[in-house]
RNA sequence: CUAUGGGUUAUU
C-alpha cells in the first residue's frame, strides 16, 4: 500500500494529476495517506471543489480524516472561500484546543479564517499561538487584513511583528507593500523600502515590482520610475505596474510610451500589458483608438484577447455613452460574457 | 527518504 501510495504521489509532483488518479483508482487498498494525497494533488492543481467533493468521498467510504487531511482541506477552503466548509472542518478536529496550538494547524485555520474574511475568528486563533508564532503566521494575518480592505490594520500587524522580534521575509514586505498601495501610504511605504534596501533584497524581482508597483498606485510616479530604473533586470512584469500608474492618472501618452520602450528593449507586451492600455483608452475616452489596440493584440503580439479584454471594451464604450455598441460587443463575444 | 502551513502587476 505504501508502494502503491508513492506511486500517486510521484504522478502528482510531477503535474499528472489524470494519472495520479488512474492508479489511486485501481489500487487494491486506499488508506487515509493515499486519499490525503490524492486530495492535496487536487489542491496543487487549483481543483479545490474536486479535493473537497472527494474529502467527502473518503468518509463514506470509511476512511477517518487525520489532521494532514483537514489541513490541506483547510487550503482547500481557503483557495475558494468556502468558510462554511472550513468551519465545519474546524470542528470537527480531535483535540482541537491541542492543535490550535500547533503553529502548522494554526497557521492553516488563520489563514483559512483570513481567507475567507473572518477576521475576528482568524485573529482570535492567532492570538492564541502567543510564543510561537513565527514569520509564516505572521504573514497570513498581515495579507487577511490586506486583502480585505484593512491596509491600516495589515500595517499595524507588520509593525507589531517586528516589535516582536520576527524579522518579515520577501513575502511579509510584499504584503506590508500591497497594504500601503491599497490606502496610499508613501510614506510607510518609503519606510519599509528603505529596509529592503538595507537588506539588498531590492535584487529579488518580486520584491523590485512590488516595490514599483507600491510607488505607482499611490501615484508617485516619480519614484516608481526610481526604483524602476535601479532594478537589476526587468522583465514585463516590472513594465506593467509603470505602465498601469500612468495608465490609471490618464497619462494614455506616456503609458503607450513606455510600451514602445518596452518592446524596444525586447520585452514583449502580455496580456496585462493590453488591459492597462485599455483602461486608459477608457479613462481618456479613445473608445476608436482602443479598437487599434484591441486588433493589435492578436495581429501584432499573438495574444488571444481574453474575456477581461472583451469586458475592457465594454466599459471603454458604456463610460463614452455608447451603450449600442456595447450591446453589440457582448453579443459578438467569441467567449461567454460574465 | 508515501501525504500537511504564507507570495507580486491589470478591467468592472
Redesign the pocket.
Same mark, same amino acid.
Given at each position: 500500500?505504501?508502494v502503491g501510495?508513492?506511486v500517486?504521489?510521484m504522478y502528482v509532483k510531477c503535474g499528472s494529476l489524470a494519472a495520479a488518479r488512474e492508479v489511486f483508482d485501481i489500487l487494491r487498498e486506499r *488508506?487515509? @495517506?493515499?486519499w490525503?494525497?490524492l @486530495?492535496?494533488g487536487y489542491l496543487?492543481h487549483g481543483c479545490c471543489e474536486a479535493a473537497l467533493e472527494c474529502f467527502e468521498q473518503m468518509r463514506l467510504e470509511g476512511i477517518h480524516p487525520? @489532521?494532514?487531511?483537514i489541513?490541506?482541506s483547510l487550503?482547500s477552503c481557503?483557495n475558494i472561500g468556502a468558510t462554511e466548509k472550513g468551519r465545519i472542518l474546524h470542528a470537527q478536529i480531535e483535540d482541537k484546543e491541542y492543535f490550535e496550538k500547533d503553529?502548522?494547524?494554526?497557521?492553516?485555520l488563520v489563514?483559512m479564517y483570513a481567507?475567507c474574511g473572518s477576521l475576528a475568528m482568524a485573529q482570535k486563533l492567532f492570538d492564541n499561538l502567543k510564543e510561537t508564532r513565527?514569520? @509564516?503566521?505572521?504573514?497570513?494575518m498581515i495579507?487577511g487584513y490586506m486583502d480585505h480592505g484593512y491596509g491600516e490594520a495589515a500595517l499595524k500587524c507588520f509593525t507589531r511583528m517586528q516589535l516582536e522580534g520576527v524579522p518579515?521575509?520577501?513575502?511579509?514586505f510584499?504584503?506590508g507593500?500591497?497594504a500601503c =498601495?491599497s490606502i496610499g501610504a508613501t510614506e510607510k511605504g518609503q519606510e519599509i523600502h528603505a529596509e529592503i534596501e538595507r537588506l539588498g533584497m531590492t535584487v529579488? =524581482?518580486?520584491?523590485g515590482?512590488?516595490l514599483v *508597483?507600491m510607488y505607482a498606485?499611490c501615484d508617485q510616479l516619480i519614484l516608481a520610475r526610481q526604483v524602476f530604473d535601479k532594478l537589476p533586470t526587468r522583465d514585463?512584469?516590472s513594465w506593467?505596474?509603470l505602465i498601469?500608474g500612468h495608465?490609471?492618472v490618464g497619462d494614455i501618452g506616456d503609458a503607450l510610451h513606455l510600451v514602445e520602450n518596452m518592446c524596444r528593449e525586447g520585452i514583449m507586451p502580455?496580456?496585462?500589458?493590453f488591459?492597462?492600455v485599455? =483602461?486608459a483608452c477608457?479613462?481618456t475616452g479613445m473608445s476608436e483608438k482602443s479598437h487599434t489596440y484591441f486588433e493589435a493584440m492578436s495581429k501584432d503580439f499573438g495574444i488571444v484577447p481574453?474575456?477581461?479584454h472583451h469586458?475592457?471594451m465594454v *466599459?471603454i464604450h458604456c463610460r463614452t455613452g455608447q451603450l449600442d455598441k456595447a450591446r453589440v460587443l457582448i453579443q459578438k463575444m467569441p467567449l461567454s460574457p460574465d
Open positions: 500500500i505504501a501510495n508513492a500517486v504521489d *488508506d487515509v @495517506i493515499s490525503t494525497t @486530495i492535496t496543487e487525520n @489532521i494532514v487531511t489541513i490541506s487550503n481557503s503553529l502548522v494547524v494554526g497557521t492553516a489563514n481567507k513565527d514569520v @509564516i503566521l505572521w504573514t497570513a495579507e518579515p521575509d520577501m513575502f511579509t510584499v504584503c507593500l500591497k =498601495s529579488n =524581482s518580486l520584491v515590482n512590488t *508597483d498606485k514585463v512584469d506593467n505596474p498601469a495608465a490609471n502580455d496580456p496585462v500589458t488591459v492597462c485599455l =483602461s477608457g479613462h481574453a474575456l477581461v469586458n475592457s *466599459d
